[in-house]
């Protein structure tokens, strides 16, 4: 029974086994079961889970999420091209501009913030 009053992530079962779970050993674990025993109600919760505080938690519920979406044939989604706001006042601060050509290794940066006051 789907309730609308909650938030989607509060749909999977897992989500208040990994609520309780006692230490980061057992909140990995459940994660990983997620990915043998889960459906399409746990993807909202993982990726509620990529939000986590802990870097460990969060890389391994991107990890489960990427591949319970391969397992039930579910297309990857596309990730956002926009780029966060604290990068795009880098880019004005220091004057660099996005690559055109590669986008791992081709930027510009103008001497100017080499120059010392």
């Known amino acids: 029974m789907k309730d609308s009053s909650l938030p989607e992530y509060h749909q999977s079962i897992f989500h208040q086994l990994l609520e309780h779970a006692s230490d980061l050993d057992c909140k990995l674990l459940l994660l990983e079961q997620i990915l043998e025993l889960g459906d399409s109600k ?3 919760l993982l990726k509620e889970l990529e939000n986590h505080t802990d870097p460990k938690i969060s890389e391994k519920a991107s990890q489960v999420k990427s591949k319970l979406l391969y397992k039930l044939g579910k297309p990857q989604e596309v990730e956002n091209p926009l780029l966060p706001m604290n990068l795009c006042f880098l880019y004005d601060e220091f004057s660099i501009s996005p690559a055109k050509v590669d986008k791992d290794l ?3 940066v ?7 006051d």
């Not at 103008?110 to 010392?116: H, K, P, R, W």
């Open 42 to 44: 746990e993807i909202s």
């Open 110 to 116: 103008t001497l100017d913030i080499f120059e010392s």
């Open 106 to 108: 081709d930027f510009g």
